[in-house]
């Protein structure tokens, strides 16, 4: 049976009530068992949720909200929209309680509501972010995110860093690797897909006027990834290549440089229904596209759209 195995999050965010209010309106249309604590979703629990837990996935009954749960969390140690160690180290352990049971084929595929970065580092300074812990308990070091909306994907040769430190890591080496995980993704989830690759300068260099990233670095990565026959274009410059992949749907993905690169596009044509997909991976696992919100969190009103999206993409993987 396809099994999918859903985080909750860092239970001081609004992870816990997206997954109640989705549940609760039925909005969750396949089998999933929640990884997360069935005393701190109880704590959010405003409409009757029945919930039960479970110690391990083939425990999965039908009709209920099944908690493989952690019991690390106790109702009143949940604390609505504030830092907290204890949850921050609790959504850490979901994420690996359902990578483990990914890798061993307990569930299909894995989608995950948001941790806190900062609580979490207050148990586990070294903590960086969800797919780096994934990647290292998967033993993988490339990883790295695509974001899709129905109108674009994006990926990114980096992300979260200063915009100087993003321009050093623009190198030949990473640039081939995000465009081999790019191409892999999106040819299969369309064989005839094409991807352009974004140049870093404006005017992607203007032939070396304004900076030279393009001639030492990107080009010479777009005509290796070419030589080896993937489907793959540019550098373009910034400025364009998103109207002709979106508006002229010459491009199914554009490689981006840095992070807003692509971010801002994105989130300009769809705020709320971005994806967050993991690539690298020897598992599944999407992501939703916003973080704890802790500014809204315990009043209910969090949108569950980029949850349902992540796990439409989820069962879009599983399916190619
Ligand atoms: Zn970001």
Redesign the pocket.
């Known amino acids: 049976m396809e099994l999918l195995g859903i985080t909750m999050g860092d239970s001081s965010g609004v992870g816990p009530e997206i997954l109640l209010n989705a549940f609760q309106r039925g909005e969750i249309t396949c089998p999933f068992v929640a990884y997360g604590d069935t005393a701190a979703l109880e704590r959010y629990n405003t409409h009757g949720v029945e919930l039960r837990s479970i110690t391990q996935p083939d425990e999965y009954r039908p009709g209920v909200l099944n908690v493989v749960n952690a019991g690390l969390m106790s109702g009143a140690d949940v604390t609505p929209g504030a830092i907290n160690a204890k949850s921050g180290h609790a959504a850490r352990e979901y994420v690996i309680a359902a990578t483990k049971a990914a890798l061993a084929g307990q569930i299909t595929a894995m989608v995950t509501l948001p941790m806190n970065k900062e609580a979490t580092q207050l148990t586990d300074p070294g903590f960086t972010g969800h797919t780096e812990l994934i990647g290292a308990l998967c033993g993988v070091e490339d990883v790295t995110i695509m974001l899709a909306s129905d109108q674009l994907i994006v990926t990114h040769v980096s992300?979260?860093c200063s915009l100087s430190d993003a321009i050093a890591r623009a190198k030949f080496d990473r640039i081939c690797t995000i465009i081999r995980m790019t191409s892999e993704a999106v040819l299969r989830l369309k064989p005839e897909a094409k991807i352009a690759v974004a140049g870093l300068n404006p005017h992607a260099g203007e032939n070396g006027l304004f900076g030279e990233e393009e001639i030492r670095e990107i080009r010479p990565a777009v005509e290796w990834a070419q030589a080896q026959g993937m489907p793959v274009e540019g550098p373009f410059p910034p400025d364009t290549v998103f109207f002709l992949a979106v508006r002229k749907k010459r491009y199914d993905a554009i490689v981006c440089m840095y992070?807003d690169q692509g971010?801002i596009p994105l989130k300009l044509l769809d705020f709320e229904a971005g994806v967050n997909v993991a690539l690298g991976l020897p598992i599944i696992r999407t992501s939703v596209d916003h973080g704890t919100a802790f500014d809204i969190a315990g009043q209910g009103i969090a949108s569950t759209v980029s949850l349902l999206r992540a796990i439409e993409f989820a069962q879009r993987l599983i399916r190619t």
């Open positions: 992300t979260h992070h971010h």
